[in-house]
């Protein structure tokens, strides 16, 4: 089997394009939650903190110094992006909470029992009926 049709075989298999999917709508689903974080939730916390923009929150290690930019800790970034990591990983255990829900319930629904065959229906009443 040629290399080729060896990948086309593994890449059109249902998981492999099920997880692309998820990919993709995984990157645009973070980009909405940065934007959210940066954009709407963010805004209204600097501002009852004084009016701090968490964009520009460092520590300044080395000072600039003509062509060479300062070297800073940009702790306010790393705030924004842990808030962005809570709140996808928070969406994400809701989506996998409801499907093991939704798995839990179609494992719960017992299944009916196969009726008996014409055969034991007939045997069953032989039994009955010696019995009486």
């Not at 600039?64 to 800073?72: F, H, R």
């Amino acid at each position: 089997m040629s290399m080729m049709s060896e990948f086309k075989k593994f890449a059109m298999r249902g998981n492999v394009v099920d997880m692309a999917v998820g990919i993709v709508i995984g990157g645009a689903f973070g980009k909405i939650v940065s934007s959210f974080v940066n954009d709407v939730l963010m805004p209204p916390i600097g501002m009852l903190m004084g009016g701090v923009d968490f964009k520009d929150l460092a520590i300044v290690l080395k000072e600039a110094v003509g062509e060479t930019a300062a070297v800073t800790v940009n702790y306010g970034m790393f705030i924004q992006t842990v808030l962005d990591f809570l709140i996808i990983a928070f969406a994400i255990f809701m989506v996998i909470k409801a499907m093991n829900n939704l798995k839990k319930k179609e494992e719960a629904a017992p299944a009916e029992p196969p009726k008996p065959s014409a055969e034991e229906v007939l045997l069953t009443e032989i039994r009955d009926a010696l019995k009486k």
